[in-house]
């Protein structure tokens, strides 16, 4: 029978600034044969005609193996927020869960 590995915890340190974070509102994702390339963006999409100007507010490689990882978080927890933002806009019926 296969031994347990025990359970690990992070103890990550950050900055204050960090923790913070920055927007964005733009992503372009590519890749190579050895890592993935996130690229983060605030652009302005007000902007009618011509080129949107925008800034690069974070670069982020990863592996392909965390590649997967990540895209297999972001959908569980996109899901979780759909059922509860799905739940959150139910339509009440007169009657249910009122008193009379």
């Known amino acids: 029978m296969p031994e347990e590995l025990p359970e690990r915890q992070f ?3 950050t900055t204050p600034e960090i923790m913070m974070g920055v927007y964005s509102n733009f ?8 890592e993935f390339t996130i690229t ?3 652009v302005d999409h007000e902007v009618e005609e011509g080129e949107v100007p925008g800034v690069v507010v ?5 592996s392909p193996r965390f590649m997967r990882e990540l895209m297999d978080a972001m959908q569980d927890n996109f899901s979780k927020w759909q059922t509860r933002e799905g739940i959150r806009d139910l339509p009440e019926f007169p009657g ?3 008193s009379s």
Do not use: K, T
């Not at 992503?27 to 050895?34: Q, R, T, W």
């Open 11 to 13: 103890n990550i340190q």
């Open 27 to 34: 992503a372009n994702v590519s890749h190579s044969d050895y």
């Open 40 to 42: 983060f963006a605030r």
């Open 58 to 62: 974070s670069r982020v490689n990863l």
């Open 96 to 98: 249910h869960g009122e």
